[in-house]
């Protein structure tokens, strides 16, 4: 069946806002204040991780015959099973869905309470009852969700960031400031590096079902057809999201405030404020609250569709009614609470996701799988540990001594290694290549 340009859009659309979530709108103004006059090789960096990455694991979960877990079977079954649940988990009820939901109340209904009120745990929990419930809607049908967020949803949420950006366009142009230390010697790496944080990588494994399910639903079949539908609408998020991107992290850059932000939170709750007053601060909640609604709908839907397809036996409607509960109460931990728990689950699956969807597209063998994700595992694990607490002198003084490591990408030499042992076994051993990708589509 042949998709219309229009139900390509609506799909790149929708995927837009399922990615663009609480994190995204913070990175870019805060790269766009430290970055000053060399805004444009930091942004590029950003732009090459935050669209770049994702598309890149987008199209390897496309690819593959079952999404995320045949990646991971390529190591071994029982990790690609173990390893896919840690990815649904940390990115659905137990870290990404909450941290949303969180974050939309901070800053779409908070800043409207009195002193009083923002420091009751009721005006969270009421909160959460009506944005897990409106989240519970549209994730019931997900047949429906291309009209909900394709055409609707994602639409308003744009317009309301180019209102910002537009405004602070139009308004005096203070000049660029000069770079913090961390952009005035390599201002394209540090952008790199923190396009990496925005945690969009794990996202894309996890939509993809997503994507998939929704073309099927349109007529699309064979895994080629597939394939190819998903990356044109990965390629329409992918510009949106640069766009987007540029637009506020160009903001950032030309915001001075009074106090200096600590955050791109409170970089753009200055600017706004700035430009519209205290309707400023309406127009940043209301964009804060849809995009971080899209995204609990997109991370919803997800996590139920994976977690129906790995147990046969639960219905969608029952999956989705038991991770949407399980995200509110999570959600009513508090922000801080959620962030101590969970990052340290992220900071140890990204490392793997990464070079898992790079090997993919590789002609390499099960040795070269295993043992670059051991020695990339190995790190991640004691990262892992570090942002709980746990800390080993000995290790943590070699740890130190690993390029990039203060960028918080040690594991990169223990994955180059391992990979670089696999493929010496491999000569000495003989192993059957798992295909690439590209192949596979």
């Keep these: 069946m042949k998709v219309k340009k229009k139900d390509t859009l609506l799909v790149g659309l929708m995927l837009f806002s399922m990615f663009f979530g609480a994190g995204n709108l913070i990175f870019p103004p805060f790269l766009g204040m430290q970055a000053g006059h060399a805004f444009w090789p930091a942004i590029t960096g950003f732009i090459l991780t935050g669209v770049g990455l994702p598309l890149l694991v987008l199209a390897a ?3 593959a015959r079952d999404g995320a877990q045949s990646l991971g079977n390529r190591v071994h079954p029982i990790f690609g099973l173990v390893f896919t649940i840690v990815v649904y988990v940390s990115i659905g009820p137990f870290f990404g869905i909450p941290r949303n939901a969180n974050v939309a109340f901070e800053m779409g209904l908070k800043p409207l309470l009195g002193s009083g009120a923002a420091g009751s745990p009721w005006p969270l929990l009421l909160f959460t009852v009506v944005f897990f419930a409106l989240v519970l809607f549209v994730s019931l049908n997900p047949v429906k969700m ?27 142009q203070n000049s660029l400031q000069e770079p913090a230390d961390a952009y005035a010697a390599a201002p394209l790496l540090r952008g790199f590096i923190d396009g990496y944080s925005t945690m969009d990588a794990l996202a894309a494994l996890a939509f993809g079902i997503v994507i998939l399910t929704t073309l099927s639903q349109k007529g699309v079949q064979g895994r080629r057809e597939l394939t190819k539908f998903t990356l044109q609408a990965g390629l329409v998020a992918g ?6 991107y540029i637009g506020i992290g160009w903001l950032g850059a030309h915001t001075v405030l009074q106090a ?23 127009l940043l909640g209301f964009i804060f609250t849809l995009a971080c609604f899209t995204t609990c709908v997109g991370l919803t839907i997800a996590c139920s569709q994976y977690f129906v397809k790995l147990t046969g036996k639960v219905s969608y409607r029952t999956m989705a009614y038991s991770l949407t509960l399980l995200s509110f109460l999570v959600a009513n931990l508090g922000l801080n609470q959620i962030i101590s728990i969970s990052v340290p689950f ?46 080993l002198p000995v290790l943590q003084k070699a740890a130190s001594l690993l390029p990039f490591a203060a960028y918080g990408l040690g594991w990169v030499t223990p994955a180059a290694a391992g990979a670089l042992l696999g493929l010496v076994c491999e000569k000495a051993f003989g192993g059957k290549r798992e295909e690439p990708q590209r192949k596979a589509a």
């Excluded at 394709?150 to 910002?164: D, E, S």
């Excluded at 510009?239 to 987007?244: E, N």
């Excluded at 430009?275 to 601060?281: K, V």
């Design 260 to 282: 200096p932000a600590e955050n791109g939170t409170a970089l753009l709750a200055g600017a706004a404020s700035h430009l519209f007053g205290r309707n400023g601060t309406v």
């Design 146 to 172: 291309v009209d909900y967020m394709g055409k609707w949803i994602t639409p308003a949420l744009l317009l309301a960031i180019v209102v910002l950006c537009a405004f602070g366009a139009l308004q005096d």
């Design 346 to 391: 992220l900071v140890m699956a990204y490392p793997l996701t990464i070079v898992l969807v790079l090997l993919s597209f590789l002609p390499v063998s099960r040795m070269v799988y295993g043992s670059a994700m051991l020695l990339t595992g190995l790190s991640a694990l004691y990262d892992g540990l570090g942002m709980l607490g746990l800390h």
């Design 61 to 63: 979960a496309a690819a």
């Design 239 to 244: 510009a949106a999201l640069a766009a987007v």
